[in-house]
């Protein structure tokens, strides 16, 4: 089983939906953890509203640092993958240990929008881009050599739209 960590500056929006679709829809392959770097604190409810609103489970998360993913004491990771969208100004955090690591950046849907409606159109948009990009990861052969596992991951982080595999 794989172990992942995705990563995010606060770790309340889309970290957190990627945990529980790593977790909810792919469980049998992989053990995943989210973690930011500058934690909020507190996981944003409209993630949780959108993971139960597609049948994943939407309890057991934290908004936390990822200090504890990075201590000589820590399990080794497979990959961490960062999922802020740094094109949009923001810093995506630097993870330091050996694991293979992967930027699959996705706009901030918290607080997005002037209504509840466009913030929540906006997570279900982040949703889709995450499932879409998680779904391809989960498709991929488990014997690709490091190289070629390198090369689909940032296939992958360069794929546009939720079309190409969500559900």
């Given at each position: 089983?794989?172990?992942?960590?995705?990563?995010?500056?606060?770790?309340?929006?889309?970290?957190?939906?990627?945990?529980?679709?790593?977790?909810?829809?792919?469980?049998?392959?992989?053990?995943?953890?989210?973690?930011?770097?500058?934690?909020?604190?507190?996981?944003?409810?409209?993630?949780?509203?959108?993971?139960?609103?597609?049948?994943l489970?939407?309890?057991?998360?934290?908004?936390?640092?990822?200090d504890?993913?990075?201590?000589?004491?820590?399990?080794?990771?497979?990959?961490?993958?960062?999922?802020?969208?740094?094109?949009?100004?923001?810093?995506?955090?630097?993870?330091?240990?050996?694991?293979?690591?992967?930027?699959?950046?996705?706009?901030?849907?918290?607080?997005?929008?002037?209504?509840?409606?466009?913030?929540?159109?906006?997570?279900?948009?982040?949703?889709?881009?995450?499932?879409?990009?998680?779904d391809?990861?989960?498709?991929?052969?488990?014997?690709?050599?490091?190289?070629?596992?390198?090369?689909?991951?940032?296939?992958?982080?360069?794929?546009?739209?939720?079309?190409?595999?969500?559900?």
């Amino acid at each position: 089983m794989k172990r992942i960590l995705v990563l995010c500056t606060g770790n309340s929006a889309r970290s957190v939906l990627a945990e529980g679709i790593l977790n909810g829809a792919h469980g049998d392959r992989f053990k995943a953890h989210s973690a930011g770097s500058n934690p909020t604190g507190r996981v944003n409810p409209m993630a949780l509203e959108v993971l139960a609103a597609h049948g994943l489970p939407a309890t057991g998360y934290a908004s936390q640092s990822w200090d504890a993913f990075a201590g000589p004491d820590a399990l080794p990771l497979d990959l961490v993958i960062t999922v802020c969208d740094s094109a949009a100004g923001e810093t995506c955090p630097f993870f330091p240990g050996p694991a293979m690591r992967a930027h699959w950046g996705i706009p901030d849907p918290a607080g997005a929008g002037d209504t509840p409606e466009e913030e929540r159109a906006a997570f279900e948009r982040a949703y889709g881009l995450l499932r879409a990009r998680i779904d391809a990861f989960a498709a991929l052969p488990d014997d690709l050599d490091a190289d070629a596992l390198a090369a689909e991951l940032r296939r992958i982080g360069a794929m546009n739209g939720a079309s190409e595999g969500a559900r």
